[in-house]
């Protein structure tokens, strides 16, 4: 089956979205609103179990910081940040 990315904002039909792919890539750039993030982090510490950290985070508008800091799950140390996760939506054609 072939596929083909949907445009930012295409509405798309129940059908479409049962047939869907999602593909998830990492940017430098930040494609998220002032008040989200989509991000991954990375745990830097070679003796713990955890790498790469997921994050959707919400903050109330106006309040996000610059780049947040998030402390690893495991461990506690400080993740380092890989990247801005962006989503796209892949339908057939």
Not at 46 to 73: L, Q, S, Y
Request: aromatic share 8%.
């Amino acid at each position: 089956m072939n596929y083909r990315q949907a445009a930012d904002g295409e509405p798309l039909t129940a059908g479409q979205l049962a047939n869907a792919a999602f593909r998830t890539s990492l940017s430098s750039d930040d494609p998220s609103p002032r008040h989200d993030i989509h991000g991954e982090w990375y745990c830097e510490n070679e003796h713990c179990p955890v790498r790469e950290v997921r994050v959707n985070a919400k903050w109330p508008e106006g309040d996000r910081p610059k780049m947040p800091r998030f402390a690893c799950p495991s461990c506690g140390l400080n993740l380092k940040f890989h990247g801005h996760v962006k989503t796209t939506t892949l339908t057939p054609e």
